[in-house]
């Protein structure tokens, strides 16, 4: 594979991180390592004294786990939409980024569902969910969708990485004959020929036009799981785009926390710069005012319409001595906060940014709790007699120690593939100056004859 100065500079700056497993990465990686392990032991816990261990209960049967699980899945169609749209519209500066979107969407779309299997309480008829399908159940509709976009972003991440696969293969690079190997047989003999790289374009279009609405519809999917519920909060029309809105807001959070950490990392301040940060900034401006617009709109209808049901969970959401503090965080720090700290040039800076995703991302977390706990705590039925731990749900330590595990495992893969791949992308990548200058490049004028050189 040949290079053009601008991408073999860029990938002899990342070379080394692909040659070498340095200390820092050992310290990542053994540190994440402690937090599954732990994670592990609760597991065990869970599995050999039962859900008794958990804050879970007859009432209230979805926790932390069912949180993680739409948290982790929605990260992964963000992902995927973002990634397939900077591609299909061949967004220059989206190319050094569009890498990191797709291990994002594959990395969480195997983390997000193991958090549902967290959930079951009979391992031992997991295999029901396949050999007895119930066509009715939207469970059932989740597990396609879910099995289909593994699949499928698997294999956009795939075929976005053949054209580097080739350069690590034919770039002689001081790394162990296993991993050579790993790259000769993965690059599947791509050489750059004119027939490889339309066959190659085509079907990275076909698959990013395939993602868009896939992830769209999978969204919806898991969405129709609470909307086709008659529970109050969830029992809406409206969750559909909600939770597509939510998903791709979330993402565009992650991304920008995962652009600061690997151009910190890595030094990458050359080619992840302050233009993605403003943009991804514009993107998530734009995107916290549609999913405001919507929350207003939950919270509004609910209240106006004075349903003795739903009046019951929006009393528990603004009343500060139940989830009244859960609901100002999850709706000023994840809604207000991006759009000002974008919307004021004062403020637009890289760390701002960064700060303000970090912080929406956690608010919109809270704001998944908000969807779940508080109505599965409002029962139909008055309760009588009842401890109030079987009415009022509270994490107990395996839960929280399983949700980091969670989150430790996430931040290991991306680690682990940061030692394999390059984060920026080498061949496709354009020098901006150059980019700059062609755009620029003043015409002809119609009249004009062009002198030869």
């Not at 008829?125 to 289909?148: C, E, G, K, N």
């Amino acid at each position: 594979m040949e290079l053009n100065s601008y991408q073999q500079q860029a990938f002899n700056h990342q070379r080394a991180e692909i040659e070498k497993f340095g200390k820092k990465n050992w310290f990542f990686v053994i540190f994440f390592l402690c937090w599954i392990a732990a994670g592990a032991y609760a597991l065990y816990l869970q599995i050999s004294k039962g859900h008794g261990v958990t804050g879970m209960r007859d009432n209230v049967v979805w926790g932390l786990f069912i949180v993680n699980f739409i948290f982790f899945i929605g990260l992964s169609y963000a992902g995927a939409i973002i990634a397939g749209v900077l591609h299909l519209l061949k967004v220059p500066w989206g190319r050094p980024i569009v890498r990191l979107a797709q291990m994002m969407t594959v990395i969480s779309v195997v983390v997000g569902p193991v958090f549902i299997l967290l959930c079951v309480g009979r391992f031992d008829r997991l295999h029901h969910l396949f050999f007895y399908p119930r066509i009715q159940s939207p469970m059932t509709w989740d597990v396609m969708a879910v099995i289909t976009f593994f699949a499928g972003s698997v294999l956009f991440l795939y075929l976005a990485l053949v054209k580097d696969l080739a350069v690590y293969r034919d770039a002689k690079l001081n790394i162990p004959k296993w991993k050579q190997r790993l790259y000769k047989f993965l690059a599947i003999g791509y050489r750059g020929a004119a027939s490889q790289k339309r066959h190659l374009i085509i079907s990275q279009n076909l698959l990013a036009i395939i993602m868009i609405p896939l992830s769209i519809i999978v969204a919806s999917i898991l969405s129709w799981i609470f909307g086709m519920t008659l529970r109050p909060g969830w029992h809406s029309t409206i969750f559909g785009p909600y939770f597509v809105l939510g998903a791709l807001y979330s993402g565009c959070g992650v991304l920008i926390v995962a652009m600061w950490v690997y151009r910190k990392m890595y030094n990458l301040d050359a080619y992840i710069t302050k233009k993605h940060f403003v943009n991804l900034g514009y993107i998530m401006m734009m995107l916290a005012a549609g999913y405001g617009y919507f929350t207003f709109s939950e919270y509004f209808t609910n209240w106006f319409g004075s349903a003795k049901w739903e009046s019951e969970v929006i009393d528990k959401l603004f009343n500060p001595k139940e989830y009244g503090w859960w609901t100002l965080f999850a709706n000023a720090a994840g809604i207000l906060l991006p759009i000002l700290i974008v919307a004021i040039p004062a403020t637009r800076k890289i760390s701002l940014i960064t700060i303000a995703a970090f912080i929406m991302v956690m608010a919109l977390w809270v704001k998944r709790y908000l969807i779940i706990v508080p109505t599965l705590e409002t029962p139909a039925l008055p309760m009588q007699d009842t401890r109030m731990e079987y009415v009022k749900y509270t994490a107990t330590w395996p839960e929280w120690t399983l949700t980091i595990a969670g989150v430790a495992t996430f931040l290991l893969f991306f680690t682990l593939m940061a030692k394999f791949v390059t984060v920026v992308p080498v061949s496709g990548l354009e020098d901006p100056h150059l980019q700059h200058n062609h755009q620029h490049e003043p015409e002809p004028a119609a009249n004009q004859t062009v002198q030869p050189a």
